[in-house]
Structure formats: C-alpha cells, structure tokens
T-cell receptor, first 119, second 117 residues
Framework: AQTVTQSQPEMSVQEAETVTLSCTYD???????LFWYKQPPSRQMILVIR??????QNATENRFSVNFQKAAKSFSLKISDSQLGDTAMYFC????????????????FGQGTILTVHP | NAGVMQNPRHLVRRRGQEARLRCSPM?????VYWYRQLPEEGLKFMVY????????ESGMPKERFSAEFPKEGPSILRIQQVVRGDSAAYFC???????????????FGSGTRLTVV
C-alpha cells in the first residue's frame, strides 16, 4: 500500500515571496502519478500540478513548480510570487493507474499543509 | 460543460436516519470515485464505480455504507443509521473511461457536508 506524508502542518509566507511545501511518499510501484491539490476555505478541491513518474523533467504551471526526486521519493511544491489567493490547505497525492496505465486509479492523500499568505 | 455536480451541499441528519448523497459526473465521464474528509484530515478513498459496477470498494466501511452508479442517473452514496462519527465532507470525483487519456488529475465536485446531530 502507498503512503503519503506531509511533514509541515502549517506554513506561512509573505506576499510576493517564495515558499516550498514538502511531500514524501512510499511505494514499490514504478509507474505512477503525483499531484498537488489546493483546498481553499470554499472546500473545493483544485488540481494545482501533476507529475508523471516516468518523466525526469519537473512539472511547471505558471507560479507553481515541483521538485520531483524519484529515488528519494520526494515531491515538493514551490510557489513563487505568493499571492493572497494562494492561502489554502495543500494536499499531496499519489495515484497508481490501473489497467496497464490506461485507467485512472484511486488517490492516496497526505495529511495536508495549511498555507497562509500574509500581506 | 458542467463539472462534477454534488447535492445537497449541506445535509443534516439525526442519529439513526439515512443519508443519501448524489453525484453527477462530468459529461463523457463513466467512472466515479467517493472520498471522505474528516475534520482536519486529508481525503480518504471510499469507493470507485463505473456504471452498474463497483470496481474497488476497499475503503468503504463494512456496515451501513453502500454506493451505486446506475445506468441512468447520478451515483448515490448511502449511509444508513447515521452516527455522529459519520459527520464529514464527502467528495465525489469523475474520470473518463479507460484508454480515453487525459491528465489523470480527475475533477472533484464541491462536496457534501454531512452533519449528524
């Protein structure tokens, strides 16, 4: 079974600065996906960024980027130029695709990190 | 192109009553997942369904909980004889059929917050 660990229950950052959220996972699988989801006070789960395990290049989406270290089983999220709207709970998640990789699978989530961006 | 629709948004039930939570997947999506989020915790997988078939129910409590995804209509998560410990946010997500591709980051609904009093 897979496990996902987020060791930072809470983080804070000043507006416009950079912050990094940590995530480690444990799996024996070789083919999998990793995700960061954002959950603002509205409770909506919003996909921030994803990474395929077979890709060595780190994923980037605008101000969000990841540092994927497959051997170390580490998947951190870097938020640059932090904005007040980034204030939310952030969850790291792991997915093993089914059906030889053609089908989605269930997500295993970490405990979450509450990020507060201060003006 | 409506996203994943869940209703009701909030549901209050007395102990012993039944709770029915509904989820309509995105258009073109044939697979549905249910997750539960207890206060101050991450989401926990409950069940994975395709139409008329349960694929994986390894996260479902053995008693009182059931889920279905009929050929027509929304997916239903049913909790019988609710207890205070069932109070949580219940999220539904949907994904395309196998082989349809996509980014593997499936779309979540806004959740149903169940409160048992």
């Amino acid at each position: 079974a897979q496990t996902v660990t987020q060791s930072q229950p809470e983080m804070s950052v000043q507006e416009a600065e950079t912050v990094t959220l940590s995530c480690t996972y444990d799996t024996s699988e070789s083919n999998y996906y990793l995700f960061w989801y954002k959950q603002p006070p509205s409770r909506q789960m919003i996909l921030v960024i994803r990474q395929e395990a077979y890709k060595q290049q780190n994923a980037t989406e605008n101000r969000f980027s990841v540092n994927f270290q497959k051997a170390a089983k580490s998947f951190s999220l870097k938020i640059s130029d932090s904005q007040l709207g980034d204030t939310a709970m952030y969850f790291c998640a792991f997915m093993k695709p089914l059906g030889g990789g053609t089908s989605y699978g269930k997500l295993t989530f970490g405990q979450g990190t509450i990020l507060t961006v201060h003006p | 192109n409506a996203g994943v629709m869940q209703n009701p948004r909030h549901l209050v039930r007395r102990r012993g009553q039944e709770a029915r939570l509904r989820c309509s997947p995105m258009k073109g999506h044939s697979h549905v997942y249910w997750y539960r989020q207890l206060p101050e915790e991450g989401l926990k997988f409950m069940v994975y369904l395709q139409k008329e078939n349960i694929i994986d129910e390894s996260g479902m409590p053995k008693e009182r909980f059931s889920a279905e995804f009929p050929k027509e209509g929304p997916s239903i998560l049913r909790i019988q004889q609710v207890v205070r410990g069932d109070s949580a946010a219940y999220f539904c997500a949907s994904s395309p059929p196998p082989g349809a591709g996509g980014n593997y980051g499936y779309t979540f609904g806004s959740g149903t917050r169940l409160t048992v009093v």
